[in-house]
């Protein structure tokens, strides 16, 4: 019965993820994110269907630590960990980089194919201990393929912990509404690709059917949570590309001298900036980015973005959002009878719910309560 259930569990691993790799490409367009995303669920439907062709007639116990599920797992390890780069950095992984990335897996599989190849004494395992009992260039091979799979999986974890924040930061600082992107999301990838490989481990490792059964439903969820999330994330388009280099703009930078004529200097930025939203209201344009102010005024990206830090007070985003306040209160003072949802569109919001939450940010009160006073 068990056997049933796992064989037609594969079955929808297989099915799903061919289909979400496919949809993820057809819908990436420019995103290369998406792309390699699209990839790695094709990657893992191989896997899946590479372990699925190993156990399916067998009637031994399932092979533990087959060589085959761990160079395929140690590709889908780093394409996973391919995309997170991609989501950090967008741009840096060119085709160089991504070859020089990949190439461990590549060798270390070319490596153990020519050992079988070559008549290398191949072993069986049923369990993890078995694989310690024999110590030959079999198990050599198979455990420099594991550690690089433990390090593709750890890898993105300690990239969104380690830049994840600072790239927040870049992001919110660069769109006038951050409410409208999923800022989290390198979280929550994080959270995914523990749950993944943690269970990928149980497939490796495993010998029992219960726990296989198990293991293919949790990731059957896992994989189509995230197929959902990355189909539907909103990407945040950005005029800088990282095919130069990991660092973000603003670290590329030394910063300015602090010295009386650099104050003056973004003293007199500030009060500029201040006139022109003033005077031409950019901020009702719901998808102004900080790169238009840089069409405007003939200064850096990274100096705009001190620029609001230091000089006005607030970050880019707080800045436009202060405006907007300001127009949607104008608005409802001056037309009581219309709409929150067209006072919030003509305000320049993209939604009502990033209105609401804005609004009550500035104003510790929400729009309807604000309009009802009057």
Same mark, same amino acid.
């Given at each position: 019965?068990?056997?049933?259930?796992?064989?037609l569990l594969s079955l929808?691993?297989?099915?799903?993820?061919?289909?979400?790799?496919?949809?993820?490409?057809?819908?990436?367009?420019?995103?290369?994110?998406?792309?390699?995303?699209?990839?790695?669920?094709?990657?893992?439907?191989?896997?899946?269907?590479?372990?699925?062709?190993?156990?399916?007639?067998?009637?031994?116990?399932?092979?533990?630590?087959?060589?085959?599920?761990?160079?395929?797992?140690? @590709?889908?390890?780093?394409?996973?960990?391919? +995309?997170?780069?991609?989501?950090?950095?967008?741009?840096?992984?060119?085709?160089?980089?991504?070859?020089?990335?990949?190439?461990?897996?590549i060798f270390g599989g070319?490596? +153990?194919? =020519?050992?079988?190849?070559?008549?290398?004494?191949?072993?069986?395992?049923?369990?993890?201990?078995?694989?310690?009992?024999?110590?030959?260039?079999?198990?050599?091979?198979?455990?420099?393929?594991?550690?690089?799979?433990?390090?593709?999986?750890?890898?993105?974890?300690?990239?969104?912990?380690?830049?994840?924040?600072?790239?927040?930061?870049?992001?919110?600082?660069?769109?006038?509404?951050?409410?409208?992107?999923?800022?989290?999301?390198?979280?929550?990838?994080?959270?995914?690709?523990?749950?993944?490989?943690?269970?990928? @481990?149980?497939?490796?490792?495993?010998? =029992?059917?219960?726990?296989?059964?198990?293991?293919?439903?949790?990731?059957?969820? *896992?994989?189509?949570?995230?197929?959902?999330?990355?189909?539907?994330?909103?990407? *945040?388009?950005? %005029?800088?590309?990282?095919?130069?280099?990991?660092?973000?703009?603003?670290?590329?930078?030394?910063?300015?001298?602090?010295?009386?004529?650099?104050?003056?200097?973004?003293?007199?930025?500030?009060?500029?900036?201040?006139?022109?939203?003033?005077?031409?209201?950019?901020?009702?344009?719901?998808?102004?980015?900080? =790169?238009?102010?840089?069409?405007?005024?003939?200064?850096?990206?990274?100096?705009?973005?001190?620029?609001?830090?230091? %000089?006005?007070?607030?970050?880019?985003?707080?800045?436009?959002?202060?405006?907007?306040?300001?127009?949607?209160?104008?608005?409802?003072?001056? %037309?009581?009878?219309?709409?929150?949802?067209?006072?919030?569109?003509?305000?320049?919001?993209?939604?009502?719910?990033?209105?609401?939450?804005?609004?009550?940010?500035?104003?510790?009160?929400?729009?309807?309560?604000?309009?009802?006073?009057?």
């Amino acid at each position: 019965m068990l056997d049933k259930i796992q064989f037609l569990l594969s079955l929808q691993i297989i099915g799903f993820c061919i289909f979400g790799g496919l949809t993820l490409l057809l819908r990436a367009s420019d995103n290369r994110a998406k792309k390699i995303l699209g990839w790695g669920m094709f990657l893992w439907a191989f896997l899946a269907a590479i372990r699925l062709s190993v156990n399916l007639y067998l009637h031994e116990p399932k092979e533990a630590f087959h060589p085959d599920i761990l160079i395929m797992g140690a @590709l889908v390890a780093a394409m996973l960990a391919c +995309y997170v780069i991609e989501v950090l950095r967008p741009g840096f992984l060119t085709c160089q980089r991504f070859l020089l990335f990949i190439s461990p897996v590549i060798f270390g599989g070319l490596a +153990y194919l =020519t050992y079988r190849l070559s008549g290398g004494e191949i072993h069986t395992y049923y369990s993890i201990r078995e694989v310690f009992e024999y110590f030959n260039m079999d198990v050599l091979l198979r455990m420099t393929v594991f550690l690089l799979t433990l390090f593709y999986m750890v890898l993105p974890v300690y990239l969104i912990a380690r830049y994840g924040k600072d790239f927040k930061v870049f992001l919110s600082e660069n769109v006038s509404d951050p409410e409208e992107y999923d800022l989290e999301w390198l979280k929550k990838t994080m959270i995914i690709f523990i749950a993944l490989h943690g269970f990928y @481990l149980v497939l490796l490792l495993t010998n =029992t059917p219960l726990m296989y059964a198990i293991d293919k439903t949790v990731l059957l969820f *896992v994989w189509y949570y995230f197929f959902y999330k990355a189909l539907f994330l909103k990407v *945040v388009v950005l %005029e800088h590309s990282f095919e130069s280099g990991w660092d973000l703009p603003y670290q590329e930078e030394e910063d300015g001298d602090d010295d009386d004529e650099h104050r003056v200097l973004s003293k007199r930025y500030a009060e500029e900036v201040n006139a022109w939203f003033e005077r031409e209201k950019p901020y009702l344009r719901e998808d102004l980015r900080l =790169t238009d102010l840089q069409r405007i005024f003939p200064i850096s990206r990274s100096y705009l973005s001190q620029l609001f830090n230091r %000089e006005l007070g607030q970050s880019f985003s707080d800045y436009v959002n202060q405006f907007r306040i300001e127009e949607s209160k104008r608005l409802m003072d001056t %037309e009581p009878n219309v709409s929150i949802q067209e006072i919030a569109e003509r305000s320049g919001f993209h939604s009502i719910s990033t209105f609401r939450r804005a609004f009550q940010k500035c104003t510790g009160t929400i729009p309807s309560e604000y309009k009802n006073s009057k």
